[in-house]
């Protein structure tokens, strides 16, 4: 369950003064998440790179399926082949080597026929069929890659606007006590109690303040039209974010396997099939069913003896096909594929060593970050009242204007140490959440 596990801004940060944001509808981080699901240019392409290589799978298992074709053709010869006959064939007298040139065949011939082949054990499609199957799964795992990426880039963007508001909330505060400093001092001012250069230092002030502001502001509207982008949706689309920022308090994440390592043991799993495959084709042999059935027309277009006859031809047969040396061109790929097999495992040793460390520094992170946003959230406090204090003990005479505009300074600094903890315990529990497998649990 969300719990706040300390007062992260006070109470007037619920009334922050914009009327803009007011009139908009705000949008809570899982609908943000959600809108990107569904609208995100890359995860689009991602979920097409899917169907992409669904269809190749098909076309893998296609190969299996009986091919037919349809075939014909017409020659038309103006010179007929000449064979050689031996005379010895007609005459058994006539010694050997001698031979007669003879034309056979007629000038039109016609050809049409439906052949049929099918592979009854092709060790080759068997092997694209599991190779296909195991790249389909490095990309569905590249695609939930992708959609981690985006729902860690999003709510990085979501958590900075957050914070980007409590900032402008602070400086709301601040130009309001600022306000009302400058209205003292120039009652001091008339009263002869205070110096012009009084008055024109709390004027900077209020001047410094309200350029901080609008800054603040101009980079909260560009983040939430990064933000925009990253959910694909119209960059005039209005809406804010929530106000309030929310940890869990004290949650050790369960480890899982991260993406990355999923990735290189599937991409390891399409090596493997790929060398199956290349050690098949070469002991391997193939065995193809084919049959063909047709016609076969000849024709002589010459007076008085013109003819045009069709004569039906069919056959069916057996291929066997054994790969005896091929030049060692396979066994070249096979070696080639027994290095890569090696680095994948090198860099999946490599990927959990990394994520272990990463784990350990995220860890010390969000730890840190925790402690400090307890303590900067004590000192906003004690700055407040030293703030307070100093402004009564201005009223009094007794306490100068460089002591009020010093107790304002450490007050904004403490406001911004605060935010900074605020942003670093964030960063380092999402960063924590990617690193063991848990990013996508929503908050």
């Given amino acids: 369950m969300l719990v706040n596990i300390h007062k992260l801004i006070p109470a007037l940060f619920l009334f922050i003064g914009w009327n803009t944001v007011q009139a908009q509808d705000v949008w809570t981080l899982n609908q943000c998440l959600d809108t990107a699901l569904v609208h995100n240019k890359t995860l689009q392409i991602n979920r097409n790179n899917i169907a992409i290589n669904n269809q190749k ?8 399926i009986p091919k037919i074709n349809a075939n014909a053709d017409y020659k038309y010869f103006w010179e007929l082949p000449t064979q050689l006959m031996p005379l010895s064939a007609l005459n058994p007298t006539v010694p050997e080597g001698q ?7 007629v000038p039109h011939n016609i050809n049409a026929n439906v052949q049929l082949a099918m592979p009854i054990y092709n060790p080759q499609l ?4 599991n190779v296909t199957k195991a790249a389909g799964e490095v990309t569905q795992l590249q695609y939930q890659k992708s959609e981690e990426q985006v729902w860690y880039d999003i709510t990085t963007l979501y958590y900075n606007a957050q914070i980007l508001q409590h900032q402008l909330a602070f400086l709301d505060s601040n130009l309001r006590n600022t306000g009302k400093l400058l209205k003292n001092t120039e009652l001091l001012k008339e009263q002869l109690l205070a110096k012009g250069s ?9 001047e410094q303040l309200a350029t901080q502001r609008e800054v603040a502001n101009n980079k909260y509207a560009q983040i939430l039209n990064v933000l925009k982008l990253n959910m694909g949706i119209d960059l005039k689309t209005e809406f804010a974010v929530e106000s309030s920022v929310v940890f869990k308090a004290s949650i050790e994440y369960s480890s899982a396997s991260s993406l990355d390592f999923k990735i290189i043991q599937t991409q390891k799993k399409l090596l493997q099939s790929e060398l199956a495959t290349l050690r098949q084709s070469r002991f391997v042999p193939s065995l193809n069913l084919f049959a063909t059935y047709g016609t076969t027309g000849f024709g002589y277009d ?26 060692t ?24 060593d990394k994520n272990k460390m990463e784990i350990e520094n995220a860890s010390q992170q969000r730890a840190v970050a925790q402690k400090t946003v307890t303590t900067t959230q004590s000192q906003i406090d004690l700055a407040q009242t030293i703030y307070a204090q100093t402004i009564l003990q201005q009223k009094q005479g007794t306490a100068s204007l460089t002591d009020v505009l010093l107790a304002d300074n450490a007050l904004r600094e403490a406001q911004q140490n605060y935010l900074n903890a605020v942003i670093d315990y964030l960063k380092a529990d999402l960063e924590l959440k990617r690193l063991m497998g848990q990013l996508k649990i929503k908050s």
Avoid: C, H, M, W
């Fill in 302 to 327: 010459k007076k008085p003896n013109d003819f045009l006859k069709f004569y039906p031809i069919g056959f069916a047969g057996i291929q066997l096909s054994y790969p005896i040396f091929n030049g």
């Fill in 57 to 64: 799978e098909k076309e893998a298992k296609a190969n299996l």
């Fill in 198 to 206: 009084d008055v024109n230092k709390v004027k900077l002030q209020a």
């Fill in 329 to 352: 061109v396979t066994q070249r790929k096979i070696n080639q594929k027994k290095f890569e097999i090696k680095n994948n495992e090198l860099q999946s040793e490599l990927i959990a």
């Fill in 99 to 105: 031979f007669r040139d003879l034309q056979f065949g």
């Fill in 126 to 129: 068997y092997g694209a069929i």
